[in-house]
């Protein structure tokens, strides 16, 4: 297929995905508003929506690079925020599962980062987590400061990766899943690398998966 013809097929498949999933933010602005007037108060209902518009914003930013390759908004962002957000956006994985995710957060610091490409690539994280284990376990998200870093790490006691897995974790259209893409870890890590970011895999055992995002400190 000609690239120019298929340039032309993204941009207009993106148009109507992004028109479709307005849809969703339209309707819980709506929800807000009658709750509001009604004087109902429902934590849960409130949290729900706040994800499903942050889930939305997301996506259309993630539509927004079908029509360019240089779509990198950084701005000053809280890490420790970064990862309460991740953790609050990523739960809905869980499902029936006996899972725990624990925040273990030092001294806030501000780095550089695209919000929204950096949820992405840590609501990425916390998914593989909860899907590699099986019905019981816990996933730790620390942050923490090595020199001019900020660091965060994503733990999990789930299945083990193989070694000979772990070799091809983040390349292009590599999986160990019956339904996977390869294109997960393979997107967060060129996402990361454009905000100066580095993510890699520090440790896969029987005990515990850890991974680690490494960023510039603001000013380092």
Known sequence: MPSELLK??????????R???SICDVYCEIIKKHMNKDGIKNESIDNAL?????????????????KSL???????????????????LGKVYISDKQITITPNLKSDVQIYADENKFLACMINLIKNAIEAIDSKGEIIITSDIDREY??????????????????ELFNEGFTTKKTGSGLGLYICKTNLHLQNAELSLVQSTGKKTEFEIK??????
Not at 75 to 86: A, F, K, M, T
């Open 8 to 17: 032309e097929q993204s941009r207009c498949i993106a148009h109507e995905i």
């Open 19 to 21: 028109n479709q999933v």
């Open 50 to 66: 706040d994800c499903i518009q942050k889930a939305v914003k997301m996506i259309n930013n993630s539509l927004i690079d079908l």
């Open 70 to 88: 240089d779509n990198i908004k950084p701005s000053v962002c809280s890490i420790n925020d970064l990862i309460e957000q991740s953790i609050n």
């Open 150 to 167: 900020a660091v965060i790490r994503v733990s999990n006691t789930g299945k083990p990766i193989s070694p000979s897995s772990q070799k």
């Open 215 to 220: 960023v510039p400190l603001i000013g380092k």
